[in-house]
C-alpha cells in the first residue's frame, strides 16, 4: 500500500484528536515522508558508496589511459613536425646556396668583364697617348 497525502493527513487529524496538536505534529515530522520501503538504510547507503568508489576507480584508469594515448600521440606529432621543419630548412638552406652560388658567378662575370673593358680602354689610351708622344 503506498501513502498518499491524503492518508497523511487523515493520520495527522485523527493523532491531533488523540493528542495534543504539537505531539501530532512532532510525531508526523518523525515519520518519513513516504514508504519505509523508500527509506534508504546504513547498508544501501555503504553499497551506493561501494559503486561510486568502484565507478570513479574505473573512470580514473579510463582517464590515465586517455592521457597516456594522448601523450604519446602528442610526442609523436610533434616529432613528425619537427622532421618536417628539419626538411623544410634544409630545402630552404640549399634553396638560398644555389640562388647565392648563382648570383656570385653572375656578379664574378660582370666584374671580370667589366675589369677586361677597362683595360681595354686603357690599353686604347696608352696606344693613343704613346702615338702622340
Partial sequence: MSITEASRF???TAIGQILDEEAADTLMELLPPVGWADVATKTDLQHLRDELKSDI??????L???IQNLRVATKTDLQHLRDEL?????ALQLTIE?????RLHEQTKW????????NTVMLAAS??????I
Fill in 57 to 62: 576507480h574505473s573512470l580514473r584508469n579510463e
Fill in 98 to 102: 644555389a640562388t647565392l652560388e648563382k
Fill in 127 to 132: 696606344v693613343a697617348l704613346s702615338k702622340l
Fill in 10 to 12: 487523515q493520520l495527522r
Fill in 111 to 118: 666584374l671580370i668583364t667589366t675589369m677586361i673593358a677597362m
Fill in 64 to 66: 590515465q589511459g586517455d
Fill in 86 to 90: 628539419k626538411g623544410d630548412m634544409r
